[in-house]
């Protein structure tokens, strides 16, 4: 432009040479240079004030990214984020639940721990380790409350204590054990010659180890040589995940000290009770047993020497062990040598779910003992009991009723005379038996809600939730370099035992015991199951049989448990078709460990939960359907509770807090 103006200058110029117009374009032609160099500054200013503030906010950002600490490579979840990435080959979000289970190890503990262990030396570290590593340790060696007070006792909100000689040699009174040990997670007491000797005496547990996790207790030589008084376990370990109660030369050679047992482990799941030389060459000592175990689940009751060489002892079972699942129970050398025993078994066992008894030596070689059994083994699916020299063998003058009593009964070397059978009930038809019409007897002990229908999964369906929160200690996994090196088997039980110190025969041996036993045994037809214990291993396996693009669910949260919830918007995984899955439960032992298991022919389901009567929602639960049942048993809780069989129909249940399934990513 300006070059033109410059040209139209100069021919103006060439002919009017002079004037005053070509003057004025002159002066055009100034300003217009004027212009464009004020113009040219004016830009020239502008990028470069921008260019040095792009410049200062990019060393801002520089200074700013300096100051955020970078995680360490080495550590665990920073080794675990790189396994996930190398295994998984979706790029969905990583499951926050489950990558807050890992190790929190930092990673110079790790490599310390990995060490030790390398080097079969944790043992030693075993208390730094389990504080470090967060893992679920117990020590059942806390000191003893040695001492025999002259007054009476409460033990009001008390913990985990040791009572030995503790009211030896009393005189009346008594000692109250109420909520002692309540709701913690493991609850251990132990009474060594509590109340020996002492005469008139009483002993309260009320309340004892309510809501507890693992609860022990342990009484040798409890009330051993006492007269009178008496002994009431009420409301004991009640709700329990895990009892063990021990009871050695519990009130032998006692004299009429009465023992009531009432509400006794109820609602209890997988524990044991152990009667030891109980009330051996007692003279007229009474237990009675009411509500014993009911309504718990795979309670295990052992009765050995019990009542030996004893004289005219009574004892009552009355509704023990009744709408239970799966109770056994051994009573061996029981009320053997004793004179004039009466043992009354009423409502024993009565709608429970399977279960079995087993009767060895029972008032073998005694003299007028007196048993009665009414309404026993009435269960809803066929129990199994063996009476086993049953008042043989120098029994004299035995009186033993049966009226009404089970099937699937074998009697061996029981006496001939004096055994009287009164309405014994025989097989008639199938072993899943009539009374599972009863609907609701049966769900005592099947929770409302744990097993249901495909159908209830649809929106709208107002249904009962379970109680799905989580039970177990809380724990981590360790990192696989930890675990590896660990032993796990039952062969290498002493060791592991070692490790976590574990006593002989303490609560912790049976805990680690069961946990090992469970994962070594053989998987159900068309099962494939592992036990794992730490995440890599979890990722290994549902890779191994899904493949490298899964995802792994759990329900959100536990709102909404054991009440009335709706059913919102439901989703079927992978299109809501039958596909295979991997779901792994807890199992209990000192680190986390999950038991996982492939499950074919199965349909997933997420689901919103509602509050009924708003509407709002509260949850979001992840449900399993299994569509094959035929190889599961006849006695599973499932059909118990929705009244059919293997192979008939299909069972769906919500995945528990803190459990998950596996699934092919959609």
Aim: glycine share 10%.
């Amino acid at each position: 432009m300006l070059a033109s103006y410059r040209n139209l200058v100069s021919v103006y110029d060439s002919k009017h040479r002079r004037g005053p117009i070509a003057k004025q374009m002159k002066m055009d032609l100034r300003n217009v240079k004027l212009n464009i160099s004020l113009l040219f500054i004016f830009f020239f200013f502008l990028y470069s004030s921008s260019t040095v503030y792009s410049l200062a906010q990019t060393n801002a950002q520089i200074r700013k990214n300096s100051l955020i600490p970078k995680e360490n490579p080495f550590t665990v979840k920073a080794s675990l984020v790189r396994y996930w990435n190398k295994q998984i080959s979706n790029k969905l979000p990583k499951p926050d639940f489950l990558f807050s289970k890992a190790s929190p190890l930092s990673a110079a503990d790790a490599a310390f721990f990995t060490n030790l262990a390398t080097q079969k030396s944790l043992s030693g570290h075993i208390s730094t380790f389990c504080s470090s590593a967060k893992l679920f340790c117990f020590s059942e060696s806390n000191p003893y409350l040695d001492n025999t007070p002259s007054k009476d006792a409460d033990f009001a909100v008390y913990n985990n204590k040791k009572f030995a000689t503790y009211g030896s040699g009393r005189l009346g009174g008594g000692d109250g054990f109420k909520n002692y040990s309540d709701g913690i997670n493991f609850a251990t007491g132990e009474f060594t010659k509590y109340s020996r000797s002492s005469t008139g005496h009483h002993e309260d547990f009320t309340s004892y180890a309510a809501d507890g996790n693992v609860a022990t207790g342990n009484f040798t030589s409890y009330a051993a040589g006492a007269t009178g008084g008496g002994g009431t376990f009420q409301s004991y370990m009640p709700r329990v995940n895990v009892p063990d109660l021990r009871f050695a030369s519990y009130d032998s050679d006692g004299n009429n000290h009465k023992l009531s047992f009432n509400s006794y482990v109820s609602d209890t799941n997988s524990g044991r009770e152990s009667f030891i030389s109980y009330a051996k060459n007692g003279n007229g000592v009474p237990a009675e047993f009411t509500t014993y175990g009911d309504t718990s689940n795979v309670i295990g009751s052992s009765f050995n020497g019990y009542g030996e060489s004893g004289n005219a002892a009574n004892d009552s079972f009355k509704a023990y062990s009744s709408n239970s699942n799966n109770p056994n129970n051994n009573f061996k050398n029981y009320g053997s040598g004793g004179n004039s025993g009466i043992d009354s078994f009423e409502s024993y066992r009565d709608a429970a779910n399977a279960g079995s008894d087993t009767f060895t030596s029972y008032a073998r070689g005694s003299n007028t003992g007196k048993v009665n059994f009414l309404n026993y083994g009435k269960s809803f699916n066929e129990g199994k009991d063996i009476f086993k020299g049953y008042g043989s063998q120098g029994a004299k003058f035995p009186s033993v009723g049966f009226k009404v009593y089970g099937v699937n009964n074998s009697f061996k070397e029981y006496s001939p005379k004096g055994v009287n059978f009164a309405g014994y009930t025989k097989k008639t038809g199938p072993t899943t038996g009539s009374l599972k019409t009863s609907g609701k007897t049966v769900n005592k002990w099947v929770e409302e809600g744990k097993f249901f229908r495909e159908s209830m999964l649809k929106e709208g369906t107002v249904m009962k939730m379970p109680d799905i929160r989580d039970k177990m200690p809380g724990r981590s996994f360790l990192p696989r370099t930890i675990s590896s090196k660990l032993p796990f088997s039952t062969k290498e039980l002493t060791e592991v035992k070692s490790i976590f110190h574990a006593q002989e025969n303490s609560t912790m041996e049976h805990v680690i015991g069961n946990t090992l036993a469970e994962c070594e045994r053989a998987p159900s037809p068309g099962e494939t199951k592992r036990c794992v214990a730490s995440i890599e291993d979890m990722i290994d396996f549902a890779v191994s049989v899904l493949s490298h693009n899964v995802v792994v669910r759990t329900t959100d949260n536990v709102a909404g448990a054991t009440g009335e919830v709706m059913i919102g918007k439901v989703k079927g995984i992978n299109g809501g078709r039958v596909t295979k899955s991997v779901s792994c439960h807890q199992s209990l032992y000192p680190y986390l460990l999950y038991y996982c298991h492939s499950v074919p022919k199965v349909r997933v389901y997420q689901a919103d939960i509602l509050n009924v009567d708003t509407k709002a929602k509260i949850n979001h639960g992840v449900a399993i359907c299994h569509v094959n049942t035929s190889s599961w048993s006849p006695g599973h809780g499932a059909f118990v509770a929705l009244g059919s069989g293997p192979g008939l129909i299909e069972v769906c249940h919500w995945i528990f807090e803190n459990d998950m399934t596996w699934a092919m990513a959609d």
